[in-house]
């Protein structure tokens, strides 16, 4: 066991006959594990001059007891050569391999093998998940698939596609969709939130009728709570539904300040006169720009 501080170097110059990948597991099961991904030697051992990496803890134990049944000229499995080795690829790379297809018209290989080769376990892959082996891309579904493929590559390396294959699933575009299910998918959320909204206040802008002043009241209200606007806008647009919003109010005030009887200036509400001119010169303004 390596207890001892080693540099990366040294370590590299000393690896065994597997490199870095586990000699127990290649000759218990005969799987490819790669302990190259870690740097911890909590696994290693030091064996006739050469360090070996183990992938557990029980592995290293295994080799610790015997560690001549791992090692040639008892080790019952030679490592591949570094072409028959599995290596991932990652998405710069496998664009790279471009025009090269990946095998399976790019469903995942362990999904459908693990899956006893049934139409049901036909899964496409993920682009992220891609692996190159015997000069053939093969593209998994997620990670664990992955790892479970660079393991044991002979197991999912010759399959035969099914006959009849899943439909092509093709991205169905917001803008192709009918109206109603265009503001289903698109502005649904943000539209009933505006229209709760203005049945809460009730807008009734002056000298315009209620059914264009709920609109207005609505548009300022995406505007000003859209996602996917910057910020300058979002506030740009609440000012202007906060200032539309008081208009509306005027109405009310007016409508409960003022009386029949003809009331003198100083006797009147201090904001009265200020509200009502501000009321009437509504009469010809842009709602909007205005």
Known sequence: NIHLCISPEELISRLGEFGQFCPVSLAESYELVDCSLTDSLEFAAEFRGHYYKMSSQENFNKFLENPELYVPPLAPHPLPSASMIPRRLTPSELKRRFPKCAELQGYCPVTYQDGRQRYEALVPGNINYALEYRDRIYICESREKLEKFLRSPLQYCNQKLPYKLPPLKEPTYLTSLPLPGYLEQGIATSLIKAMNAAGCLK?????????????????????AFNPKGSEYTRKKYKKKMEQFTERCELITYLGATMTRKYKEPQFRAIDFDHKLQTFLSLRNIDPVSG
């Not at 002056?206 to 609109?215: G, I």
């Open 203 to 223: 807008p009734k802008f002056p000298f315009l009728s209620v059914e264009r002043s709920a609109l207005l009241y609505i548009a300022f209200h995406l505007k």
